[in-house]
């Protein structure tokens, strides 16, 4: 005979979720605030401008443009509703809206942040290239 597992999770209400995905909301607009979206937007506007040097700067005020807070916002929210209990998103607003939790969101920590991985991405990357190239993997980039 068939053995029928029964679920021992409470189902969760549609106002419980409704709850948590606001909460979620709440917590991403404290941690995504626009200024430092904006700023990091800018860092990589400006890593391609260094690449891209021939591309005029309207392209580039036009991309960046295009690139909204609220996006990538709706984007993370069901990172956050998978790795987190509606309890635990309410203890880190609480955290995030201490003087501490502000700090970590600076946005000089994030932009030198952002410009050392930018930098050791291209580095790796240049890297990976050369290997690629020295066992045979490719042809030498002319």
Do not use: H
């Not at 909301?25 to 891209?52: M, P």
């Not at 600076?106 to 030198?112: A, V």
């Amino acid at each position: 005979m068939a053995q029928t597992t029964t679920n021992t999770i409470a189902p969760i209400s549609n106002a419980e979720e409704i709850d948590k995905t606001n909460n979620i909301k709440k917590l991403l607009e404290i941690i995504v605030t626009k200024n430092i979206f904006r700023s990091l937007i800018t860092q990589l506007s400006n890593a391609f401008q260094s690449e891209y040097p021939q591309v005029p700067q309207k392209f580039w005020d036009t991309s960046v443009a295009e690139f909204k807070p609220d996006d990538l916002i709706k984007e993370m929210i069901p990172i956050y509703n998978k790795y987190f209990t509606n309890k635990e998103i309410k203890q880190l607003i609480a955290f995030y809206q201490t003087p501490v939790g502000q700090k970590t969101l600076s946005p000089q920590i994030l932009q030198e942040a952002t410009s050392i991985g930018i930098r050791y991405g291209n580095e790796l990357g240049q890297r990976v290239l050369r290997k690629l190239e020295a066992e045979g993997y490719i042809r030498p980039s002319q």
